[in-house]
C-alpha cells in the first residue's frame, strides 16, 4: 500500500476556471506512470494537490493509502520534484539537500548518499546559481531520493534536458520502478515518455481521457492499419477500394490501408496487377497514439468551450 | 477507457524505505533545518553582522560628537545628572531616631506640583537619602524619596495642613492631619545608607515652568523658574537638640541669590520659606544609553531586510513548496522560521548593544562625559531589552512578509511603522507625539530608556509590550494566511 499514489474524484477551480475536473487515477508501484496532457491541462495543479501543496475543492489525493498533509516524515513517503529551479541560488547544493534532511530528521549520511545517486559528486559544494538546468534537475532528483521514498513524483523531469540526460533520466525512472516503487511523471510530449513508461494517464483540460498501459494503447493505435509502397498508387486505391477498405493516400507513392489484412492486400493487387515495391503493418508511436486519444479530447474541448462562460 | 493493469507490478515487491526508521519529526529538528537555511546564504550571515557594526560605528560616531561643556575636570556620574536637589530646606540635626512636626498654613505660586512640608535627609549635600513629606496644590498630600516623582498618597488635602515625619532605623513615616491630634499615615520608606545623625526640617520646591516647541529636525526648551512660598507653624523637633539653631541649606546656584526667590522669614513660631526649583527626577537630563544605543534605528534596518528576505525568497523561488513538501504543517514551519530569525536577530542585538555601550566608554570618558554603566540596572535593562527589541521585530517582520509575500513592499511596510513615528513625532506637538510614540509598534524603543524624560511617551516595559502586541498580531494573521492559502 506504501508505494500507490491514488487519486480520486478531485477537483480544483481557479477563479471561473476549472483546473482538474472529477479526476480519478492511481500510480501503482513497480511501474512508471506517465501523466500527460498538453500544457494547461492540470497536471501541475493535480501533482500540487497530492503533496497537499493546494487545497482540492473536492476529491482526495493519498500517498500510501494516507492523505499527504498528514504525514509526519513525509520525505520517506514521496519524493518529489515540482521544480527544478526552486532553489536559493547563493546556497551550496549540499546545504540545500541538508536543510531538507534536517526537516525530516534525516542523517547528513543520506546527504552524500543521494549526492552521489543523482551523480552530482563534484558539483555539491557549488552555489546553485550557477547550475546549468541539467544539474538542477540532479538536484532536485536527489531532494526527491532523500527519504528513499516508495512513491516518487516528478513534474516534466525532461524538460529541456539534452539527448543524453533524457536518456540518464530515463534508466533512472525505469531502475526506480524496477526497485518496486510507484512512478508517476508528467509531460505535455508524449514521444518524452517513448519507452519510459508502462502506463499512462492522459488529461486534457482537467478531465481524464485515458488510463491505459501503454502495451494496450499502442495496440489499439495500431490495429488494422498497413503501409503500402507503390508507383502505381492511383490503381491499387481503387482496387482496395472496391474490395471495402478505407484507404488514404499519405505521399506519391504511399497509402495507407484499414479494413483489410496484410494478407488480403497483397492477394487482391497481385490479382490485379499492380506491382507494390513495400506492404508493412503500421507500427504506431505513442505520438501518433496521443494523437490519435486527444483527436477526441479536441472535440470534448469544444464542447465544453462552448458550455463554459 | 481500460481499467488499470498492473503491467510489471507482479515482477516487483512494492518498496520501503531503507532511511524510515531513522527519520524523525519535531519542532526542534525544524528549528535546525530553518537555522542551516539562514546560515547558508552567505549574504545573510553578513547582514547580520552589518546590523552589529552599523550600530556599534553609530554609537562611536555619536560618542566623538558629543563633549560636556562643564568645567569639572572629572566626569558627572550619569546618574547624579538625572536629578535635580534644589528648593529651599531649613533644617535641625537630628541626632539618631526622631520626629518633625509642623503645620502648613498656606502656600502660593509654583503650580500643581509646588510643594511645601517636611523633609528628613541624610546631609546638605546633593543627592543625599531623603524622605519628604509634602502638600501640594494639585496632588494631595506625598511622601517622596529617591527623587523620583509621584510618591504615595496623593487624594485630597492641601494646606492648611498637619505634617509629621518619624525616623526609627531606616526607616521614615509619613503622618497627615486636619487638626494636629487625629493623625492618619501617608507612607513609609526605607532609606539605603541614612547615616545614624540626619537632618530634619521644611522644605519648598516647585518645578520649572517649561515651554517645548518642536519642528522637524529639532526642538527648543524653555525653562522659566516658579517661585512657591508657603508659611509653616507649630514646628517641633523630637528630641530638641539642645542649643541647635535653624540652619538653611546653601542655594546650589550660588551664595547671592535673590531673596525674593530663595530665603527664610521668621516671625515668632512662623516661617516663611521661598523657594524655588524642584527635588526630584530631572527631566531634561540625557538619557546617554539611549543615545549610545540610536544606532540600533538603522541597524535594525537590515535585520528587517534580512527577516524579510528569509520569508520572501522562499516565495519568489517556488521554494516554500519544498519547505512545505517536506513540512506539511505549516504553522510549525512558520513558527520555527520565526523563532530562528529572532535568535538571530537577538544574538546580532547583544553583540551590537554590548559593544556600543563598552566600546563607545573610552570616548564618552576623553570627552568629559559619563558612560552608562552596566552596574546600573535601568541601563542593563535598556541594553538587553535592545537585543530583544530586535528579537521582537524580527518576528514581526517574519509575520508581515508571510502576509505581503514580496520583498519590496514588506520591508517599507515594516521600516515604516516603526521608524515613521519617531520621526514624525519630533515635528508634532507633545502630546500628540505622545500618542503616536504609544499606539505604533516604534513604542517599543522606550525599552531604551534609562531616565523619565518630559518627552517620556510610555514607560519601558508597557512600550516593549506594544511592540509585542503588535508581534502577536501580526504573527496570528500570518499562521491563519499560511495555512489557508494554496502554495
Known amino acids: ?309 | 477507457m481500460t481499467p488499470a493493469k498492473p503491467a510489471g507490478a507482479a515482477t516487483a515487491e512494492p518498496y520501503r524505505s531503507t532511511v524510515q526508521a531513522e527519520a524523525r519529526d519535531g519542532f526542534g529538528r525544524l528549528l535546525i533545518a530553518e537555522w542551516t537555511k539562514l546560515r547558508t546564504v552567505p549574504r545573510w550571515t553578513l547582514t547580520l553582522l552589518a546590523a552589529v557594526l552599523i550600530t556599534v560605528v553609530v554609537a562611536l560616531l555619536t560618542a566623538a560628537g558629543t563633549e560636556s561643556s562643564g568645567s569639572g575636570d572629572r566626569p558627572v556620574d550619569s546618574a547624579r545628572r538625572q536629578i535635580i536637589d534644589l528648593g529651599h530646606y531649613t533644617y535641625l540635626p537630628l541626632g539618631g531616631d526622631g520626629s518633625v512636626v509642623a503645620r502648613v498654613t498656606s502656600q502660593q505660586g509654583g503650580g500643581g506640583w509646588a510643594k511645601a512640608g517636611l523633609m528628613i535627609r541624610g546631609s546638605a549635600e546633593r543627592a543625599t537619602p531623603y524622605a519628604a513629606l509634602m502638600v501640594t496644590p494639585g496632588h494631595g498630600v506625598r511622601l517622596q524619596t529617591g527623587y523620583k516623582g509621584d510618591g504615595a498618597g496623593g487624594g485630597a488635602g492641601s494646606a492648611p495642613r498637619w505634617l509629621k515625619l518619624t525616623r526609627a532605623g531606616a526607616t521614615v513615616t509619613g503622618y497627615e492631619s486636619a487638626d494636629g491630634r487625629g493623625w492618619r499615615r501617608v507612607g513609609s520608606v526605607r532609606l539605603k545608607g541614612l547615616p545614624p545623625s540626619a537632618l530634619a526640617g521644611m522644605f519648598v520646591a516647585a518645578p520649572d515652568e517649561t515651554k517645548v516647541r518642536r519642528m522637524f529636525g529639532g526642538e527648543s526648551v524653555d525653562g522659566q523658574p516658579s517661585v512657591t512660598r508657603a508659611t509653616f507653624d507649630h514646628v517641633s523637633a523630637s528630641p530638641a537638640p539642645p542649643g541647635a539653631q535653624w540652619r538653611d541649606r546653601a542655594s546650589p546656584g550660588g551664595p547671592a541669590a535673590d531673596p525674593s526667590m530663595d530665603g527664610r522669614t521668621q516671625a515668632g513660631g512662623t516661617f516663611t520659606l521661598t523657594g524655588s526649583g524642584d527635588v526630584g527626577p530631572n527631566e531634561f537630563a540625557d538619557d546617554t544609553t539611549r543615545t549610545t544605543l540610536t544606532g540600533v534605528l538603522i541597524g535594525q534596518a537590515a535585520i528587517v531586510a534580512l527577516a524579510v528576505l528569509f520569508v520572501t525568497s522562499e516565495y519568489r523561488r517556488g521554494m516554500l513548496r519544498t519547505t512545505f513538501a517536506a513540512t506539511p504543517r505549516r504553522g510549525r514551519v512558520l513558527a520555527a522560521k520565526a523563532v530562528v530569525a529572532g535568535l538571530a536577530a537577538m544574538a546580532a542585538g547583544l553583540a551590537a548593544a554590548f559593544g556600543a555601550v563598552l566600546l563607545a566608554a573610552p570616548l564618552q570618558r576623553s570627552n568629559g562625559l559619563s558612560p552608562p554603566s552596566l552596574a546600573d540596572g535601568a541601563v542593563l535593562r535598556a541594553v538587553l531589552g535592545t537585543a530583544a527589541l530586535l528579537a521582537v521585530v524580527a518576528v514581526f517582520t517574519v509575520a508581515v512578509a508571510v502576509i505581503v509575500r514580496r520583498s519590496a513592499p514588506a520591508i517599507t511596510v515594516v521600516l515604516m511603522v516603526l521608524l515613521l513615528p519617531q520621526i514624525v513625532a519630533t515635528g508634532l506637538p507633545l502630546s500628540a507625539a505622545r500618542w503616536l510614540e504609544r499606539l505604533t509598534p516604534a513604542a517599543g524603543f522606550a525599552i531604551q530608556q534609562t531616565v523619565v524624560r518630559f518627552d517620556r511617551a510610555i514607560g519601558p516595559w508597557t512600550g516593549f509590550g506594544v511592540l509585542c502586541a503588535y508581534a502577536a498580531a501580526a504573527m496570528a494573521a500570518a499562521l491563519w494566511l499560511v495555512r489557508k492559502r494554496d502554495t
Open chain 1, 1 to 309: 500500500m506504501d508505494a500507490t499514489i491514488e487519486v480520486r474524484g478531485l477537483r480544483k477551480r481557479f477563479g471561473p476556471t476549472v483546473a482538474v475536473d472529477d479526476l480519478s487515477f492511481t500510480a501503482g508501484p513497480g511501474r512508471v506512470t506517465g501523466f500527460v496532457g498538453p500544457n494547461g491541462a492540470g497536471k501541475s495543479t493535480t501533482m500540487r494537490m497530492i503533496m497537499g501543496l493546494d487545497r482540492p475543492d473536492a476529491g482526495t489525493a493519498l500517498v500510501g493509502g494516507r492523505p499527504y498533509r498528514s504525514l509526519r516524515t513525509p520525505l520517506c513517503k514521496l519524493g518529489a520534484m515540482l521544480d527544478a529551479s526552486a532553489v536559493h541560488p547563493a546556497r551550496r547544493a549540499r546545504d540545500h539537500l541538508l536543510w531538507l534532511a534536517h526537516a525530516n530528521g534525516l542523517p547528513a549520511r543520506r546527504v552524500d548518499e543521494v549526492i552521489e545517486l543523482a551523480g552530482l559528486g563534484g558539483a555539491a559544494r557549488r552555489r546553485a546559481g550557477g547550475f546549468s538546468l541539467g544539474m538542477r534537475q540532479r538536484l532536485g532528483i536527489a531532494a526527491a531520493l532523500l527519504g528513499d521514498p516508495p512513491a516518487l513524483m516528478f513534474d516534466e523531469p525532461v524538460n529541456g534536458l539534452d539527448p543524453e540526460g533524457i536518456a540518464w533520466m530515463r534508466g533512472l525512472l525505469r531502475s526506480l520502478a524496477a526497485e518496486g516503487r510507484a512512478v508517476l511523471v508528467s509531460s505535455h510530449l508524449m514521444g518524452e515518455l517513448e519507452g519510459g513508461a508502462d502506463h499512462l494517464v492522459v488529461i486534457g483540460r482537467g478531465r481524464l481521457i485515458a488510463d491505459t498501459a501503454v502495451q494496450d494503447l499502442l495496440e489499439a493505435a495500431s490495429a488494422g492499419r498497413v503501409e503500402l509502397r507503390t508507383a502505381r498508387r492511383q490503381e491499387a486505391m481503387t482496387a482496395l477500394a472496391h474490395a471495402g477498405a478505407t484507404v488514404t493516400a499519405t505521399g506519391r507513392d504511399a497509402v495507407t490501408v484499414t479494413g483489410l489484412t496484410t494478407e488480403r492486400i497483397i492477394t487482391l493487387l497481385t490479382g490485379a496487377g499492380v506491382a507494390f515495391t513495400g506492404i508493412a503493418e503500421h507500427r504506431a508511436s505513442l505520438e501518433e497514439a496521443y494523437m490519435e486519444l486527444t483527436k477526441d479530447a479536441v472535440e470534448f474541448q469544444a464542447v465544453t468551450g462552448r458550455e463554459a462562460p
